[in-house]
């Protein structure tokens, strides 16, 4: 009796961590959704009317699945909530892939801190629960997932299915086509050699899902070709190298430093990092660097260069929204090495490892505090939000 006591109290404890963790990432990502700002801004309400038909949702052409989304949910409740519910479903479903993610990547405690510092960013949150196509460019972290499964999935049929269907729908994300096809060259070898051991039949049915899914944007460009700047977010008129040059150096301090105004998504000029996890950045990036053999080294690397040059080549430092899971990945190797170090540093002494982890979760829980009072208090009763999100839907 006991050990089978024993046995529910060890399947209880994670599915109750579980559970918990469900109902505050929900909390976070609905709570006054349709309240805490007093109306909608110009880039939610292009939303609503971009969306109002099918028509315009395919003639649009670039982020078919959100607008899509958002057409749907938007015949079901033509109200906040059904406008802004799309954003929401991507962004949980992002911490979701996240946490699957990093939880191959560290220690159990700092898989835990690392999602909740995630879950709690300022940036993602905005991003998430506002009715902008903005959120579609976290499905970069999709794309990487999806290479994740397809190298170390032992289920190689399942892996290709759920491969080709995170592709088939990234493509109609600008800018997000450059990495795939980046990424693509880089582990060309790996894809072919995963490919031959296929199932014709798997092979028939990866074919036909994704001629379903980039059948839209076949036909658009056929009927459209001016549309393929879109697609690859390119904008009609170029910068300057200096302007380009300049934008680039904007993107990247809008990272740990200062970011542009722009009050629809953040509060005043204050970055994207807070001073904390800035701090465990460098740390995490200090930490990767001993891994330099390794393709996760050349990964994070690689895309957060690529990241930084596509913002300031386009003008388009919003962009940096695609980089916002990496970042946080480089700071979960950042705590993992802190940890790691401390625990090293006083391997028998559990006096001195339980007080260095309380400091450091004091300091991870003040971070929390930081990013969720700064934007469920401070962003929306600021004068430059209020008076951005002073529109309402049309009846």
């Given at each position: 009796?006991?050990?089978?006591?024993?046995?529910?109290?060890?399947?209880?404890?994670?599915?109750?961590?579980?559970?918990?963790?469900?109902?505050?990432?929900?909390?976070?990502?609905?709570?006054?959704?349709?309240?805490?700002?007093?109306?909608?801004?110009?880039?939610?309400?292009?939303?609503?009317?971009?969306?109002?038909?099918?028509?315009?949702?395919?003639?649009?052409?670039?982020?078919?699945?959100?607008?899509?989304?958002?057409?749907?949910?938007?015949?079901?409740?033509?109200?906040?909530?059904?406008?802004?519910?799309?954003?929401?479903?991507?962004?949980?479903?992002?911490?979701?892939?996240?946490?699957?993610?990093?939880?191959?990547?560290?220690?159990?405690?700092?898989?835990?801190?690392?999602?909740?510092?995630?879950?709690?960013?300022?940036?993602?949150?905005?991003?998430?629960?506002l009715a902008t196509p903005n959120v579609m460019l976290l499905s970069l972290l999709m794309v990487v997932a999806a290479g994740y499964i397809l190298r170390f999935n032992k289920n190689q049929e399942i892996a290709w299915i759920l491969a080709v269907t995170i592709i088939g729908l990234s493509l109609y994300v600008p800018g997000i086509l450059f990495f795939i096809i980046i990424a693509s060259i880089w582990q060309l070898s790996r894809i072919q050699k995963s490919f031959e051991n296929l199932k014709p039949a798997i092979i028939i049915t990866c074919s036909v899902i994704l001629s379903i899914l980039i059948a839209p944007f076949?036909?658009?460009?056929?009927?459209?070709?001016?549309?393929?700047?879109?697609?690859?977010?390119?904008?009609?008129?170029?910068?300057?190298?200096?302007?380009?040059?300049?934008?680039?150096?904007?993107?990247?301090?809008?990272?740990?430093?200062?970011?542009?105004?722009?009050?629809?998504?953040?509060?005043?000029?204050?970055?994207?990092?807070?001073?904390?996890?800035?701090?465990?950045?460098?740390?995490?990036?200090?930490?990767?660097?001993?891994?330099?053999?390794?393709?996760?080294?050349?990964?994070?690397?690689?895309?957060?260069?690529?990241?930084?040059?596509?913002?300031?080549?386009?003008?388009?430092?919003?962009?940096?929204?695609?980089?916002?899971?990496?970042?946080?990945?480089?700071?979960?190797?950042?705590?993992?090495?802190?940890?790691?170090?401390?625990?090293?540093?006083?391997?028998?002494?559990?006096?001195?490892?339980?007080?260095?982890?309380?400091?450091?979760?004091?300091?991870?829980?003040?971070?929390?505090?930081?990013?969720?009072?700064?934007?469920?208090?401070?962003?929306?009763?600021?004068?430059?939000?209020?008076?951005?999100?002073?529109?309402?839907?049309?009846?």
């Amino acid at each position: 009796m006991r050990k089978a006591w024993n046995t529910l109290l060890a399947m209880g404890s994670p599915l109750l961590v579980a559970v918990i963790g469900i109902l505050l990432i929900l909390s976070l990502f609905l709570y006054r959704i349709n309240s805490l700002v007093p109306g909608v801004s110009q880039p939610e309400l292009d939303t609503h009317s971009s969306t109002r038909s099918l028509t315009q949702v395919f003639e649009t052409g670039t982020n078919l699945p959100y607008n899509t989304s958002v057409f749907v949910l938007t015949k079901i409740a033509n109200n906040t909530v059904g406008l802004r519910l799309t954003g929401v479903i991507m962004g949980i479903l992002t911490v979701l892939i996240f946490y699957l993610l990093v939880r191959n990547l560290y220690s159990t405690k700092t898989v835990y801190i690392t999602s909740a510092m995630f879950v709690t960013s300022t940036l993602l949150l905005s991003v998430s629960r506002l009715a902008t196509p903005n959120v579609m460019l976290l499905s970069l972290l999709m794309v990487v997932a999806a290479g994740y499964i397809l190298r170390f999935n032992k289920n190689q049929e399942i892996a290709w299915i759920l491969a080709v269907t995170i592709i088939g729908l990234s493509l109609y994300v600008p800018g997000i086509l450059f990495f795939i096809i980046i990424a693509s060259i880089w582990q060309l070898s790996r894809i072919q050699k995963s490919f031959e051991n296929l199932k014709p039949a798997i092979i028939i049915t990866c074919s036909v899902i994704l001629s379903i899914l980039i059948a839209p944007f076949v036909i658009n460009l056929f009927l459209n070709p001016e549309l393929w700047r879109q697609y690859l977010g390119i904008p009609a008129q170029l910068a300057s190298i200096q302007e380009m040059i300049s934008q680039t150096i904007r993107a990247t301090a809008s990272i740990f430093l200062i970011t542009p105004a722009s009050p629809v998504y953040w509060l005043g000029r204050l970055p994207i990092l807070n001073a904390f996890e800035s701090a465990l950045f460098l740390f995490g990036l200090f930490s990767i660097s001993k891994q330099n053999k390794l393709d996760r080294f050349w990964a994070l690397i690689g895309i957060f260069i690529l990241v930084i040059i596509f913002a300031g080549f386009t003008g388009n430092v919003l962009f940096i929204v695609a980089l916002l899971p990496f970042l946080y990945i480089v700071i979960g190797f950042g705590i993992d090495e802190t940890l790691n170090r401390w625990y090293e540093k006083f391997p028998k002494n559990p006096i001195a490892r339980t007080v260095g982890l309380s400091l450091l979760s004091i300091a991870v829980i003040l971070s929390f505090n930081y990013q969720l009072q700064r934007y469920f208090i401070a962003w929306p009763n600021s004068v430059e939000t209020i008076n951005e999100f002073n529109l309402q839907i049309p009846n």
